[in-house]
């Protein structure tokens, strides 16, 4: 019998009927909610795919004050909706014997969807206990457990070396299609795949054999193995595999975690194989979500500022062109990652064209905004790769083309009292890796230091001038 449940408490146990039927219910009315306030209250259309969407819904940057407005909006209409979809999924998980913190992924576009739709399937623990058993658990004849259909070694070391194979295996094959066939390096690359190469060696270990000692170290053993196999297949280079660590060692930890537990429960051995889909399907799954949904990610902006002991008409001359910069000390830098050489410039005025040369190409900057000495703005029309990466072999990663866009840039030259100049940089970018929030902290870091080492240069250069530049 399906229950009304209390749908403010983060307390107490739902069933699967009742989560599942609440859950419509509430989507249904939030819908009608939506799609009212959306049409009469500001005259736009809201269409269901703003649910399976991905990308930033909420994003403002730039908007028009209505815009604003309108999110905001959505946003507080959306917050009663977020808190008892939340205290429903602990109780969900309280319900089945799931650790409570997975419901912080219920605010995790897309993995949300993936764990609704777990914890739509998985039965209760009532319901565990209710199972009947056809005979005694010790009577049953002996019989090694399978996975994919080869048994899985009764020996620990053997355990152990199967366990890396298959999952090494499987990996670099799901890598090889989201990278080289769909060229998709979002959620399904930088989450799904960490916590299934984490999931998969703790639940092979733990599997039908409760005895198995902690298996989460075999977990953060394998994405290891896996990071040096994308090294030695030349599918990628190390600057890029070290920015990917912190993420993957966590979210592999993770995995392993849900497969040490997943191996020791009943519900996830063969009496249940269904069950256990859940877990090779993330990747595909978001894979598909990303496909079906395209993000689009926010337009983002990296500003850096130094003050300069001279007049803006004499920090002008060094920021239209500034001759060669002395050679990096900057780790960073050092590690592959591209940095500015020297600028110069073809005209003068707004269609000038200015080019910024980088260690691994050339920036074509063509000038939008030319307001002596105080402002230079100019989009960006052409840029080269981001980085080097460094690798036992000459390798080009597709995620060196395209999937980090600066769009422009812009120089403001501010007086100063005594003298001084305010020189400020702002650079406009649109980043392309997943999830954003993470990427962002490396990106934002990257774009900074170059912004620095450009404006110091043309610090020293114009505090140092003795005339004017013709």
Request: aromatic residues 12%; positive net charge; charged residues 15%.
């Amino acid at each position: 019998m399906i229950k009304i449940p209390n749908l403010w408490t983060p307390r107490g146990e739902v069933d699967r009927p009742t989560y599942f039927l609440t859950g419509l219910a509430l989507m249904a009315v939030k819908y009608a909610l939506d799609c009212t306030v959306a049409r009469y209250g500001f005259h736009r259309a809201w269409p269901i795919a703003n649910y399976i969407s991905f990308g930033t819904v909420f994003h403002v940057e730039g908007a028009p004050a209505g815009n604003i407005s309108f999110y905001i909006t959505m946003l507080a209409l959306a917050l009663p909706f977020i808190w008892i979809g939340t205290a429903m999924t602990m109780r969900r998980l309280r319900d089945c014997g799931l650790p409570l913190a997975l419901a912080l992924f219920f605010m995790m576009r897309p993995l949300n969807w993936l764990l609704i739709a777990l914890l739509t399937f998985l039965p209760s623990r009532s319901e565990a206990s209710q199972i009947p058993d056809t005979a005694p658990v010790k009577t049953l004849p002996p019989k090694r457990p399978r996975f994919l259909g080869v048994p899985i070694p009764g020996n620990y070391a053997a355990r152990v070396t199967f366990a890396m194979v298959i999952t090494l295996i499987i990996s670099l094959g799901l890598t090889w299609l989201c990278v080289n066939y769909f060229g998709d390096y979002s959620w399904a690359v930088f989450v799904g795949l960490p916590l299934l190469i984490g999931f998969l060696p703790a639940w092979i270990n733990s599997y039908d054999d409760p005895e198995t000692g902690p298996a989460i170290w075999l977990s953060l053993l394998a994405i290891v193995l896996y990071g040096l196999c994308l090294l030695g297949f030349a599918f990628d280079g190390d600057t890029c595999l070290i920015m990917t660590a912190p993420l993957g060692l966590g979210l592999a930890a993770l995995g392993g975690g849900l497969g040490v537990s997943a191996g020791r429960s009943r519900y996830w051995t063969m009496r249940r194989p269904p069950l256990l889909c859940a877990a090779f399907l993330a990747v595909p799954l978001l894979l598909l979500s990303d496909q079906v949904a395209p993000q689009v990610p926010p337009l983002l902006s990296v500003r850096s500022a130094v003050v300069v002991n001279a007049l803006p008409q004499k920090v002008w001359q060094e920021v239209v062109s500034f001759p060669k910069l002395p050679p990096p000390t900057e780790m960073m830098f050092r590690a592959g990652i591209a940095y500015p050489i020297d600028a110069t410039i073809s005209g003068k005025g707004p269609g000038a064209v200015r080019h910024c040369n980088f260690s691994t190409g050339t920036f074509v900057e063509p000038v939008q905004v030319w307001d002596a000495p105080h402002r230079l703005q100019f989009t960006v029309a052409d840029q080269p790769a981001p980085m080097r990466e460094l690798s036992p072999y000459e390798i080009h990663p597709r995620h060196l083309n395209g999937y980090l866009r600066c769009e422009r840039g812009e120089f403001l030259l501010i007086p100063l009292s005594g003298g001084r100049t305010e020189l400020v940089g702002t650079t406009w970018y649109r980043n392309y890796f997943w999830p954003q929030a993470y990427w962002q902290l490396w990106t934002g870091k990257i774009i900074h230091t170059i912004h620095m080492r450009v404006l110091n240069h043309i610090k020293v250069l114009a505090e140092s001038a003795p005339v004017n530049k013709t």
